[in-house]
């Protein structure tokens, strides 16, 4: 098969890695990808939104399958625009339609289909500009410290986690009057603030069946100890220690099958990855699984930790859900554990540097690289983003997969570059 997978984060290079291992394909193409993914296929100078283009190219260069590594062009409706074209329409598409999309694309969707359906969330309520006013009233009826949400996509920045009552309504104003994240917080959810520890569970679906992918825990802040500013990821590990059997069938039982019958309820077909960000509480009766939020996507950098555990031909899994019968497949998860090291640019996740000469990959010695945000000049890796390299150590305990991994992380060198040293150490 002629494959294009769309995207150039991390998450594409980890799948354009393992999607070159299978039989089942002929050429890989990636648009844009970086310079790791032009090891495994054919980097293709396309935007991710330009559906006319990409047409083109699918057609021109008979490609038999639309894997899409991001959200925005699913919430777009790249999914729709091959179903509604006759020449397109065979053409099967990883990732949702664009209601099944809202998921990700609407945080005030995706917490009514929780509500609907029964599935463990914290208490919410939404507010528009018209309703500045009752927003306002509301948080001084609510504990702090308290978490505002943009409902539409806010590229990962859309979340707000406020301490006093003052940061909260200053906040929510500057979202709904004065449009702080655009279009995206014309409607702001406020949320109950969770406490727990955080992880994430990655579901493939074919809309009918599904199948629970390793699940991963990412580090958000940018410094030590979850210290400092938010960024994309600045490392994950998998499998999750606590995350046992007891608690994954409580997921599975309370979150993963009403996820997947809610959708078939409601008539929104849904054909690919389904990434649940949890909140695991404690309580009586040991941890118990709150919904955060939906992605409609896998997880970055949690792919890149995710993806070398699974020992399955990933086109395999995809045909299936192409054709309706991933029950049938064969879902093969390595008992290893995997770490990785996200490698980022001085002042991610401010202004950063770019166009930096990056050096030592083949220096590594027990990890492979994914890149991130890379790009080849004249043959010459360079750095083309904030988030730059993803470094992932698989090994037989969770201590050696972090030892390696941040050690070979200490083997890349590029002007201003800086990573975790601690990813992992919490769970040790």
């Known amino acids: 098969m002629n494959i294009l997978l769309l995207g150039s984060g991390g998450r594409e290079c980890a799948f354009a890695s393992k999607m070159a291992e299978s039989p089942h394909l002929s050429q890989l193409y990636i648009a844009p990808g970086n310079a790791g993914t032009s090891a495994y296929g054919k980097n293709i100078n396309l935007k991710l939104t330009d559906f006319e283009g990409i047409a083109a190219f699918v057609l021109k260069n008979n490609v038999e399958m639309l894997v899409v590594g991001p959200e925005e062009p699913l919430v777009k409706g790249i999914h729709d625009f091959f179903l509604e074209r006759s020449d397109l329409s065979h053409i099967p598409v990883i990732g949702p339609q664009k209601e099944g999309a809202q998921l990700e694309g609407s945080k005030d969707f995706s917490k009514q289909f929780m509500i609907k359906h029964g599935i463990p969330t914290a208490k919410f309520k939404s507010f528009t500009k018209a309703s500045l006013e009752d927003g306002l009233k509301y948080l001084e009826t609510q504990k702090l410290p308290i978490v505002l949400k943009a409902d539409g996509l806010a590229a990962g920045k859309g979340v707000l986690i406020c301490e006093t009552l003052e940061d909260a309504k200053t906040e929510l104003k500057a979202m709904l009057a004065d449009a702080k994240f655009g279009e995206a917080s014309s409607t702001v959810v406020i949320e109950e603030f969770l406490t727990g520890i955080e992880l994430s569970v990655f579901v493939l679906t074919d809309g009918i069946s599904y199948k629970i992918l390793p699940e991963a825990k990412d580090y958000k ?51 690919g990855f389904i990434f649940i960000g949890l909140m695991a509480a404690s309580s009586s009766d040991g941890k118990e699984p709150f919904v955060i939020e939906y992605n409609v996507r896998m997880g970055d950098p949690e792919t890149e930790s995710v993806i070398p555990r699974i020992e399955s031909d990933l086109i395999e899994l995809f045909l299936g859900v192409a054709e309706e019968n991933l029950s049938e497949k064969e879902l093969i998860i390595s008992q290893k554990f995997a770490a990785t090291i996200m490698i980022v640019s001085g002042g991610y996740p401010g202004e950063y540097l770019k166009g930096k000469t990056l050096s030592g990959i083949e220096n590594l010695r027990n990890s492979v690289a994914y890149h991130a945000g890379t790009e080849l000049e004249n043959g010459v890796v360079k750095t083309n983003g904030g988030r730059v390299i993803a470094i992932t150590s698989l090994q037989d305990n969770l201590f050696d997969a972090v030892q390696n991994a941040t050690a070979d992380a200490g083997r890349i060198y590029f002007d201003g570059r800086y990573y975790r040293p601690d990813i992992g150490a919490d769970l040790l």
Not at 221 to 227: A, C, F, L, P
Not at 263 to 268: F, Q, S
């Open 221 to 271: 802040r940018i410094g030590e100890g979850d210290t400092g500013l938010n960024t994309g990821g600045m490392g994950s590990v998998s499998p999750v220690p606590f995350a046992d059997a007891a608690f994954m069938r409580k997921v599975e039982e309370r979150v993963i099958i009403p996820t997947i019958e809610g959708l078939k309820k409601d008539n929104i077909p849904y054909k």
